[in-house]
């Protein structure tokens, strides 16, 4: 199972970046995704995920509005889209394989697999 996040970098604060997260190794449209950051000297935390359809997602309240999450089951890819980019939106953003089906899962313990992360910064 391979996780590849790219699309990060540095933005102002109301700002846009789409992150890509590309999956091989596994059958893809058999589980949930989910993104996850991490700013310094914080847990990780959940941002958001989707169904293995791609028809029904999950958002953190702090993203809830401004991030939107998407697939492409024919690519093996899963992507972010984030707006209005905050500072506090600063962190490493990770996708992970949730372990079977459930999008509503928001522990990181329910993602065996996850892919090296892609940092974003925003600048005030």
């Known amino acids: 199972v391979q996780l590849q996040a790219s699309g990060g970098g540095l933005v102002q604060a109301g700002g846009s970046l789409r992150l890509s997260c590309a999956a091989s190794g596994f059958t893809f449209y058999s589980h949930a995704i989910g993104w996850f950051r991490q700013a310094p000297g914080t847990e990780r935390e959940f941002v958001s995920a989707i169904s293995w359809s791609g028809g029904s997602t999950s958002y953190a309240d702090s993203v809830k509005g401004r991030f939107t999450i998407s697939r492409d089951n024919r690519k093996n890819m899963v992507y972010l889209q984030m707006t209005s980019l905050k500072p506090e939106d600063t962190a490493v953003y990770y996708c992970?394989?949730?372990?079977?089906?459930?999008?509503?899962?928001?522990?990181?313990?329910?993602?065996?697999?996850w892919g090296q992360g892609t940092l974003v910064t925003v600048s005030s």
């Open positions: 992970a394989r949730h372990s079977g089906i459930d999008y509503s899962d928001r522990r990181p313990v329910g993602y065996p697999y």
